[in-house]
């Protein structure tokens, strides 16, 4: 395939006339400026609007059009403007700007040329839409396809230059949360005026100076005649026939903005298997915690309502959600939001496992059928009160509740034997999050922060087994009867308190010192219990053969620190060092238990900034990582028809190495764009479990070891303008050792994989938007055993607009799997869409086909370290949907 692009790439240069000029800009003492804005304003009709950004030498490279009249404009804030007039039919290539340093002081700089379709500063950019969209965009999605640098991915994931967008903004304002799903599918690409990205983001500006933020927001400027009406659109589709009900889609999506007041509704309901938001949002909305204070982690498994999930024989979803924020006075702004969302899925599969054990291998084929039933309601309200200019403090709070109807029936075929399980599972789950953040500027010098973080969960799932043939024989203490009903109790209730308080002391511009205390307090109570219950009445408690927990854990971690920022030249440094008291306390049937230790916790920081697109950054730190409270529960649990689990009370903290290497290069000069990233993690003390296997019957429980472990990762893209393309490569690696003991037999273990890829996709305004990916994948095990798989992806989307008002997107995947047996899966999957709409009309009408090839299956193929498997999956079938949209 990259053979075929590389043609096609050759052809499409040579077929096109062009012209460019280059140059440099500087000032009058021939020092370059860097970031200065050039535009090429097209003196005559039928000719597009031309723009660069000088790099850090001050060099410029503009590609024009042949036989065009330009007038290039050169801007740079506290400079004289700049022209020059390149005529139609000029020869030169080569033109040189000094600009006349204005020699004034201003509050506010006026600039004669005020359209610049990117500014640069330093830690800020910002786009013009206008400058990149053709006009037929309807979602913000669309339009951050078309920016320079911008990637979105298909569950709506934002990365700016190769770093991922954190918090999305509308307005300066926290939109749903901050995911970037629900804003890049919703708000409508006419409402957008400009674009800004903001690197080291915080909320409370002075801290921005010493709070070392890694959050990268994208905040949305709306055009002025948005910010004091309703708009958005609505959508209603339908296809009948395919079964009783048909298919169907309908959504809303309703913002209104104003200078005190703001809202935003969001609605969708479907049986086509889209989600109206994805599992990071979620996970985001569930947050409820103080970013100071990360890292606690959450109980609840919220998977279910947030999976964009066509691999599925049927799915239906509910959503809806509101966000408001408003201004009641110059001190005081609440935010919030609400949602709810009620999630439907059927699903089937067939799976054929290989387990791999030390002298036999047992083989099982099984069929499994799944509905899961997910409800979810959550509201969060935050308050942002502004003492003065030197003073901020933010409460919020969140409550949540859900709940896990599922259900499953496995027939499962091995060569030891053949059951039919039907699997029968409930969680109930609640909890109720709150913070308090004070920051204070004591004066230029110094800064401090106060937060504190409070959580309460708590979780009720109960499991039913049901089938009429023995199973687990040997691990579970089952009497003989007709039908085995095993019913499993779970309770798990937890609470926590962290704290923390930082002083920031600037000693100057290249001196830093910020000292750190602070306690994080978490307790859990466990409770577990597995009965078998008899066709007689009886129950058979399996308690007295070492099953049923009932556990208090307690982890205390009071920690105090400092760190040191100092800057020599063009590297910014900043060491710090931790030393934490971690009281680890389990109190169970059997035994009590209490670990103290106290450990160092080093880390060091740099950055090279080369210059203002070009940086260089570094990160270490030593961990440590106490085991969750079901790792220590010492006695048996049930986890699955053929599994077995028993915790360790005498486990403790895992210690690990972690150190990131990231570079990152944007020129608008050669039209390239770099960002790599090389990530090594080694554990010095490690929990892992040990497993036991016999036929498909597994029986695992974790030890603690000095063996070490050691994780490569390496990602990096790459990408560079070539005349009207753009032609990027992308790459994954990893490298993954570690020791595993399976049936008392230890092995060195190798888990790595590759990936890597290639994409063409236009770059110029006045074309179909077009793209063309191929990805090359290698995984391999080796173990016990080896085995290796190999992937092939091609994946093409285009977006045309056949006429001003008719637009065609189109996109395919075509899929292969190949293992080291010389055995291939392959699936494609196709979708195409045709909306109509009228410059001046609210009304639009579209025809969309969603897997219109109607694949029936996706099959794939994975491996671990005791298992190989082959799925097929059942997906959705072809789906023809004509809906309404009506624009406000």
Known sequence: ????????????????????????????????????????????????????????????????????????????????????????????????????????????????????????????????????????????????????????????????????????????????????????????????????????????????????????????????????????????????????????????????????????????????????????????????????????????????????????????????????????????????????????TLSKEEIHNQYLQNETIAFEDKFQKDSNKSLLAMGNIKLDYTRNKNEKLYYNAQFQGSNNDFRSTINSVSNVGANTFETFKNADNSSFKEYLEYHKSINKNHTATFVVNHAFDNNKPTNTWLTDSEFLAGFIPLQNDEIYNISQIKNIKSNSIDALLKHYWIINNFNHLYSVIGNNFGATNLQTSEKQLLSDGNINDFASSGFGNNMDYQLNDAYAGFEYKFKIGKITNKPGIYLHWYDLKTNQIESNNSFRKMLFEPQWDSELEFNKSETLKFKYKLNNDFPNPDLLAERFTLESYNSVFKGNALLRNERFHSANLYYSKFSMYRGLMINASANFNKKVKTIRNEIVLQGINQYSMPTITDNPETNWRFSGRASKNIYRFNLGINANLSWFKYIQTINETTTKNNRNSQDIGLELKTAYKKWPFASVKYSKGFSEFTGLTSSSFETDQLEARLEYSITESLTLKADYENFKNSNSLNQDNRYQVANASLFYQTKNSPWGFEVSATNFLNNSVKKTSSFSDYLISERTTYILPRIFLLSVNYKL
């Open 1 to 344: 395939m990259p053979k075929y692009l590389f043609l096609f790439l050759l052809f499409a240069t040579s077929a096109f006339s062009q012209r460019t000029i280059t140059g440099t800009i500087s000032d009058t003492l021939n020092s370059p400026l860097e970031s200065a804005n050039v535009m090429a304003k097209p003196l005559q009709e039928n000719a597009s609007i031309k723009f660069a950004i000088a790099d850090n030498k001050g060099r410029y490279h503009l590609v024009l059009e042949k036989n065009v009249r330009y007038e290039l404009a050169v801007s740079y804030i506290g400079y004289n403007d700049d022209t020059f007039i390149l005529e139609a039919d000029a020869t030169i290539s080569e033109h040189h700007f000094v600009l006349k340093n204005t020699g004034e002081t201003l509050k506010e700089v006026i600039i004669t040329h005020e359209y610049k379709p990117i500014v640069v500063k330093k830690d800020t950019l910002i786009y013009d839409v206008k400058a990149f969209a053709k006009g037929n965009e309807r979602k913000m999605k669309e339009i951050l396809e078309k920016l320079p640098g911008v990637e979105v991915d298909k569950n709506g994931g934002v990365t700016v230059q190769g770093k991922k967008v954190t918090k999305m903004l509308v307005e300066g304002k926290s939109f749903f949360g901050g995911g970037s799903k629900l804003a890049v599918e919703n708000i409508p690409a006419d409402a957008i005026d400009k674009v800004e990205v903001i690197d080291n983001f915080n909320e409370v500006g002075f801290m921005k100076q010493v709070s070392d933020s890694e959050d990268l927001a994208m905040n949305v400027k709306l055009k002025e005649d948005k910010k004091k009406f309703i708009f958005g659109d609505l959508q209603a589709g339908i296809e009948a026939g395919n079964d009783d009900n048909g298919f169907y889609l309908g959504h809303a999506a309703l913002f209104y903005y104003s200078p005190k007041t703001n809202l935003g509704l969001i609605a969708d309901a479907n049986n086509i298997g889209k989600s109206a938001f994805t599992f990071q949002d979620l996970m985001r909305f569930e947050g409820g915690a103080s970013s100071f204070l990360s890292g606690r982690k959450s109980l609840s498994n919220l998977y279910s309502f947030a999976t964009e999930n066509t691999d599925v024989v049927e799915n239906r979803s509910q959503f809806a959600a509101l966000n408001f924020s408003h201004e009641f006075s110059e001190k005081l702004n609440v935010s919030g939001f609400g949602l709810f969302s009620k999630v439907f």
